[in-house]
């Protein structure tokens, strides 16, 4: 009796365990199936999302056409607008540099001519002029950046090489470039600053505490008739008088025995520096000849914005640019002399 009993149990044990075993297995699956669902239906509203979305951007906010590259003709540039100068004068510049600027592109790769030479000149004159960045120019002659940036560093270099003829010291010191009857100085030094952005490495050598900036400097001699005769860049770490001995101007004046008005941040026995014991007199005439190169340097910062707004590109090309736009007011300046008569 109790065996047949205890066969019961165990009969109605098993029984359950299969029971047990086949309801699991149902919930497993179910759940199973309904994240399978859930998840389709995410995708699916996501979707949905997703594509009514693009429907209102596209009716409301319809997508901007590409505009077409390509070379813009030299009559549809206004060349005094952009460049600062009158059509004589980019004739004049164009004609120094056409040689260069007609040849091909040299390099590891043969790079396709975009613009036609002249508006490539006229795009060089305009960065110079204005200081934009390459998306404002590439919108303005309807280019790309990249190009705007090959162009810029393909013209450069001709520009300060068919202009270095510009600026030259006079092949003689004559008493006709004195000041008459006055220290018998034949022109003034002074020293400019070209603030740019900071650049690494050896970005402290272009940075000074007192200005609490980064530029370059550039030193400019200038006969009393106001055009330069000399123009040096250097890092802007240095002061007026250590770029007066850097350059040699030091010892080039001791040797031809000439003289330089000069300000106050200049010490040397050929400068005509102010001094207050001197007679009022004196002392505004050596204001009256020392400011030409003042006028100078200002003239520069006003007309050029890579000279007067801060610059954003490597130091050296900063000072190939700031000697390329000294060499283009040189120009200028004798076409409109600052001073008719000494």
């Not at 077409?68 to 060349?79: H, L």
């Not at 120019?137 to 450069?156: G, K």
């Not at 603030?195 to 550039?218: C, E, I, K, M, Q």
Request: hydrophobic share 40%; charged share 20%; glycine share 6%.
């Amino acid at each position: 009796m109790e065996d047949i009993l205890f066969l019961c149990l165990m009969q109605l044990f098993v029984t359950n365990v299969v029971l047990l075993t086949e309801m699991h297995m149902m919930l497993t699956n179910y759940v199973n199936t309904t994240k399978v669902f859930n998840r389709k239906q995410r995708k699916l509203r996501h979707q949905m999302k997703f594509k009514r979305f693009r429907v209102a951007q596209q009716e409301y906010k319809p997508r901007k056409q590409k505009t077409k590259r390509g070379s813009i003709a030299i009559d549809s540039v206004p060349i005094l607008a952009r460049t600062g100068l009158y059509s004589d004068m980019f004739e004049r510049i164009y004609q120094l540099a056409k040689n260069k600027l007609d040849a091909p592109h040299h390099g590891q790769k043969s790079v396709r001519r975009t613009l036609v030479p002249r508006v490539t000149l006229a795009l060089g004159l305009q960065f110079l002029h204005d200081n934009l960045k390459g998306r404002q120019l590439a919108d303005q002659y309807n280019i790309s950046t990249s190009t705007v940036s090959r162009e810029i560093q393909y013209v450069m270099p001709i520009l300060g090489d068919v202009l270095h003829g510009q600026i030259s010291w006079p092949k003689q010191f004559t008493k006709k470039l004195c000041a008459p009857g006055f220290e018998n100085a034949i022109g003034a030094v002074d020293c400019s600053a070209h603030f740019r952005v900071r650049w690494h490495p050896g970005s402290l050598d272009y940075y000074r505490t007192d200005y609490r900036d980064f530029f370059l400097y550039a030193q400019v001699v200038s006969g009393l008739e106001g055009l330069p005769w000399s123009v040096t860049i250097c890092a802007g770490h240095n002061n007026d008088q250590g770029i007066f001995k850097l350059t040699g101007l030091d010892q080039f004046l001791w040797k031809n025995k000439l003289k330089l008005f000069a300000d106050n941040g200049y010490s040397y026995i050929q400068l005509v520096t102010p001094n207050d014991e001197r007679s009022k007199t004196w002392q505004l005439q050596q204001k009256d000849h020392r400011v030409v190169v003042e006028n100078v340097n200002a003239a520069v910062a006003n007309k050029w914005g890579v000279a007067r707004e801060c610059f954003r590109g490597s130091p050296e090309f900063h000072a190939l640019c700031l000697l390329v736009v000294y060499q283009l007011e040189t120009m200028l300046l004798k076409e409109f002399p600052l001073r008719l008569t000494m």
